[in-house]
């Protein structure tokens, strides 16, 4: 089972930042599971104002539709879908005209009771939208000991697509 450290991930996401300062490329992030972590990691460093657009946290499925994800997308394929997490990172970085976008949503460590049918405890979604297009992905994260954790770890395996991907 994979382990998850804080302080590990504090410290990639202030590499990212410093990369994303040095190529001049902005970011922005649509989330719902991580409910503003992606955007807070980005910000603790020094200078991110360069480079971070802004963040849309839409926790609700309503939120989701009223920043513009079609409710099509949520009713055709639940509001956990790579699809969803899709239309969050387009729309995200469209509206804030900026390089990367990162749409994330997903279940924590427990079965959300607005969307239980689609809940699956550890299942999250994200993916990255750049001009040359969108990677949705899906993972699973074990058990973790506080929601704290779980959105640090979505967050470093949304670290790992953009570093090994994007910023390849």
Do not use: H, W
């Amino acid at each position: 089972m994979k382990e998850y450290n804080e302080k590990v991930i504090r410290e990639e996401y202030t590499s990212l930042t410093r990369t994303l300062i040095q190529k001049g490329l902005t970011i922005t992030s649509m989330e719902s599971a991580t409910s503003g972590q992606i955007a807070s990691l980005i910000t603790d460093t020094e200078g991110s104002s360069a480079i971070f657009k802004g963040a849309f946290i839409t926790y609700s499925n309503e939120a989701k539709i009223r920043m513009g994800v079609p409710a099509e997308i949520i009713e055709k394929y639940t509001v956990y879908s790579k699809e969803t997490a899709a239309a969050m990172a387009e729309l995200c970085r469209r509206e804030f005209q900026a390089d990367i976008g990162i749409g994330v949503t997903g279940t924590m460590g427990n079965v959300d009771p607005a969307n239980e049918e689609a809940s699956e405890p550890g299942k999250v979604f994200f993916a990255i939208s750049t001009q040359d297009g969108t990677e949705s992905c899906d993972i699973e994260i074990p058990l973790q000991p506080s929601r704290l954790m779980y959105k640090l770890a979505a967050a470093d395996e949304i670290y790992r697509v953009l570093i090994e991907g994007v910023l390849k």
